[in-house]
């Protein structure tokens, strides 16, 4: 039997990580959430350049296909590779056949110009009204006050939201985004935010990203904003996000049910509405979230895009999906080089 959904949306992604699978070892085994970033994430992305940036967003397309995902939001960071960064992942994404919303996450973890140069990059890409996006902030506790107000302005000028992460670990001062977010901002995480933070915009929950990390669990369903679901650059396989979401929430609260995960899920849907226009056939029993809660190892048969098919009998139509695995696995090879020169 079949049932068909329209096309699913990963509503908070870094594409950049689709490569990081079997990368060497940090120089220590990180003792906390801060760690994990400055011995693992913080130098993977000093590692990348535009060709790595191609190859991990091409394999992170495919493999969104692959489990029945159409549309990415994704959050981008590449300090020594800024410039034009964002249309490689645009076009690697166009090519493969998948819609995706990109975005640049200023910091100042590498000084005013690292941050200049990315709230360039985020002008530049939002200034071609055929690109999607947002403007990326990594988060409040990276940057100054300066590069906070001046990528909400950014925001404001291109008539768009911002997409940041916020309260992911517990030393977060996300208090100094209140003046800033409105109702089209994209918080990722808030695990550690009070139930009463005061910050508008959509939560994107991310729960195999936040238990990977061990910085807790957000208790999404005591927010009074909408809740998407993300993966946080693991995959893109939402019906198991989704699945993941909610058992966490069961977790710790029984009474909880898969149409609340499932609401979640379809936020992704507001985000994103043209993921709308997709189809996915599923080989499936029912689409009935709580069928699909429990109905593990579900795989997309068909996928179409804007009525174009992009996926059939486990294959991209578009591209070659062999030839992306052995290219992405070069390009792995090559920053894993280049890995083990970057210190912490």
């Known amino acids: 039997m079949t049932v068909a959904t329209p096309g699913l949306v990963c509503a908070h992604h870094h594409l950049y990580s689709s490569l990081a699978r079997g990368m060497p070892a940090p120089p220590r085994t990180p003792a906390g959430f801060i760690d994990i970033l400055e011995l693992v994430w913080w130098r993977l992305d000093r590692a990348l350049d535009l060709e790595t940036i191609e190859w991990s967003a091409k394999l992170g397309a495919l493999e969104a296909l692959e489990r029945g995902s159409t549309a990415i939001i994704d959050h981008h960071e590449s300090p020594n590779a800024i410039e034009g960064s964002l249309s490689v992942i645009a076009d690697a994404c166009e090519e493969v056949g998948v819609r995706v919303s990109c975005a640049y996450g200023v910091t100042d973890r590498h000084g005013p110009d690292g941050a200049a140069a990315g709230l360039a990059e985020n002008d530049r890409f939002l200034a071609d009204g055929a690109n999607e996006g947002y403007v990326g902030i990594h988060a409040a506790f990276t940057c100054s006050d300066e590069t906070l107000a001046a990528a909400a302005e950014l925001a404001r000028k291109h008539n768009v939201g911002v997409h940041v992460h916020v309260a992911e670990g517990a030393n977060d001062d996300w208090q100094r985004l209140a003046d800033y977010t409105d109702d089209d901002w994209l918080l990722i995480h808030g695990v550690h935010l009070p139930d009463d933070h005061g910050l508008r915009g959509t939560f994107v929950h991310s729960p195999r990203s936040n238990m990977n990390n061990s910085v807790g669990y957000a208790r999404p369903a005591r927010f009074e904003n909408p809740v998407a679901?993300?993966?946080?650059?693991?995959?893109?396989?939402?019906?198991?996000?989704?699945?993941?979401?909610?058992?966490?929430?069961?977790?710790?609260?029984?009474?909880?049910?898969?149409?609340?995960?499932?609401?979640?899920?379809?936020?992704?849907?507001?985000?994103?509405?043209?993921?709308?226009?997709?189809?996915?056939?599923?080989a499936a029993e029912s689409d009935d979230p709580w069928a699909l809660a429990f109905t593990t190892g579900t795989s997309p048969l068909e996928v179409c895009v804007d009525g174009e098919t992009v996926w059939e009998d486990g294959l991209p139509t578009l591209v070659d999906g062999d030839e992306i695995r052995a290219k992405a696995a070069e390009a792995a090879q090559k920053m894993f080089a280049k890995l083990q020169e970057i210190e912490p």
């Open 229 to 282: 679901l993300g993966t946080d650059g693991i995959g893109a396989d939402m019906l198991e996000e989704f699945r993941l979401a909610y058992v966490a929430a069961r977790a710790a609260d029984v009474t909880t049910t898969p149409d609340l995960a499932w609401q979640w899920l379809s936020t992704g849907w507001d985000l994103m509405p043209a993921a709308l226009n997709d189809q996915v056939v599923w």
